[in-house]
């Protein structure tokens, strides 16, 4: 068996209108930004990323893989882009996907304090038995054993109510995800569909352009349905 990988396209909301388009500036195709990386000219003139697309300014679009980005740096595709001459960071694919892994994180953080996250071995198999989920959250360090249990009841609900399977998230230890959780460690936890899902799921598919969402050591990790970017892995 091969790697599930779900679509990329942006979440149900986002598709029942034409998205805006941006254009690349590593590769000069247009493409939607969900799937993008913007960027702004600092005040001392260095590229940075804007991972909240916040910032003010004009703003440069790369896609969201780490191929796209260091191409924009080494054909000075960022000078082009701002119309004048800025200082490119020899780090700056390593910043956007340190940033996109705070960006989780914040999210996940977010979704504990509304209740929207179901955390625990034992409160996630409950739910994955009955209810749909829209993202798995696994612990990089957690064993085998469980994770596949918890799988196995998500992949059943979804085929039940032909929905598509539940991806996962596999990229944070368990002190990691413990950290944004308020516990010392997490290693298993699911979100139902709604408006943090769909933001997790558009943070995660810009980030597997940087980095593995289900880890390469993972003995089982070839029965997961794996979130992962159409423009092109990480390392």
């Known amino acids: 068996?091969?790697?599930?990988?779900?679509?990329?396209?942006?979440?149900?909301?986002?598709?029942r209108r034409k998205p805006r388009e941006r254009r690349c500036v590593a590769t000069g195709q247009t493409g939607n930004p969900s799937l993008m990386v913007r960027f702004v000219n600092s005040p001392d003139n260095v590229v940075?990323?804007?991972?909240?697309?916040?910032?003010?300014?004009?703003?440069?679009?790369?896609?969201?893989?780490?191929?796209?980005?260091?191409?924009?740096?080494k054909k000075k595709a960022f000078c082009r882009g701002f119309k004048t001459r800025v200082k490119v960071p020899d780090d700056l694919?390593?910043?956007?996907e340190a940033g996109l892994l705070q960006r989780i994180l914040g999210l996940l953080g977010m979704a504990m304090k509304s209740g929207q996250i179901f955390t625990g071995y034992d409160q996630v198999q409950t739910v994955a038995g009955s209810d749909?989920?829209?993202?798995?959250?696994?612990?990089?360090?957690?064993?085998?054993?469980?994770?596949?249990?918890?799988?196995?009841?998500?992949?059943?609900?979804?085929?039940?109510l032909?929905?598509?399977?539940?991806?996962?998230?596999?990229?944070?230890?368990?002190?990691?995800?413990g950290r944004?959780?308020?516990?010392?460690?997490?290693?298993?936890?699911?979100t139902a569909p709604g408006s943090i899902s769909r933001s997790l799921t558009?943070?995660?598919l810009r980030l597997a352009g940087f980095r593995d969402?289900?880890?390469?050591?993972?003995?089982?990790?070839h029965y997961e349905t794996e979130l992962k970017s159409a423009t092109g892995a990480g390392s």
């Not at 010392?184 to 699911?190: C, E, L, M």
Request: proline residues 8%; negative net charge; contains cysteine.
């Open 1 to 15: 068996m091969t790697n599930t990988d779900i679509s990329t396209a942006p979440p149900d909301d986002a598709r």
């Open 48 to 73: 940075t990323p804007d991972i909240f697309e916040k910032l003010p300014g004009r703003g440069v679009w790369v896609t969201a893989n780490r191929m796209s980005v260091k191409t924009a740096m």
């Open 93 to 96: 694919d390593d910043q956007v």
């Open 132 to 160: 749909y989920l829209a993202l798995r959250i696994e612990a990089s360090d957690g064993s085998p054993d469980g994770r596949g249990k918890i799988r196995v009841l998500t992949k059943a609900i979804s085929h039940e």
């Open 162 to 177: 032909e929905k598509p399977e539940t991806p996962v998230i596999g990229c944070f230890s368990a002190h990691d995800l």
């Open 180 to 190: 944004v959780l308020g516990f010392g460690r997490v290693v298993h936890a699911a």
């Open 202 to 204: 558009q943070a995660a």
């Open 213 to 221: 969402m289900v880890p390469a050591y993972w003995p089982d990790r």
